[in-house]
Nanobody, 124 residues
């Protein structure tokens, strides 16, 4: 069982930045592919970014490319999401997720563990 705890959410003005962190409870963290998803009110959960454990390949949804950056620190069992040039449409609850065997990085159903989420609100 892997426990994931997100932090770093909050309220920020449009154009601002936030850094989300996800702390994992297990030492096998380095073997998990990690992803960030978000869900806005009244909308379905959406893939944001992912990073593989094997070769650190990185993936982003088109709407955040060039603005968000995902990274991981296996020694500290954390994965981070640096968000810049934030827009009101980035407002959502952001979730960290872990997958032991991941074929499609954007498919939330393939992730084994999820955090509780952290709220990000971007004001105009």
């Amino acid at each position: 069982q892997v426990q994931l705890v997100e932090s770093g959410g909050g309220l920020v003005q449009a154009g601002g930045s936030l850094r989300l962190s996800c702390a994992a409870s297990r030492g096998t963290f380095r073997r998990y592919d990690m992803g960030w998803f978000r869900q806005a009110p009244g909308k379905e959960r959406e893939f944001v970014a992912a990073i593989r454990w094997s070769d650190s390949s990185i993936y982003y949804t088109d709407s955040v490319k060039g603005r968000f950056a995902i990274s991981r620190d296996n020694a500290k069992y954390t994965v981070n999401l640096q968000m810049s040039s934030l827009k009101p449409e980035d407002t959502a609850v952001y979730y960290c997720a872990a997958a032991l065997r991941l074929a499609t990085v954007s498919d939330g159903n393939e992730y084994d563990y999820w955090g509780q989420g952290t709220q990000v609100t971007v004001s105009t």
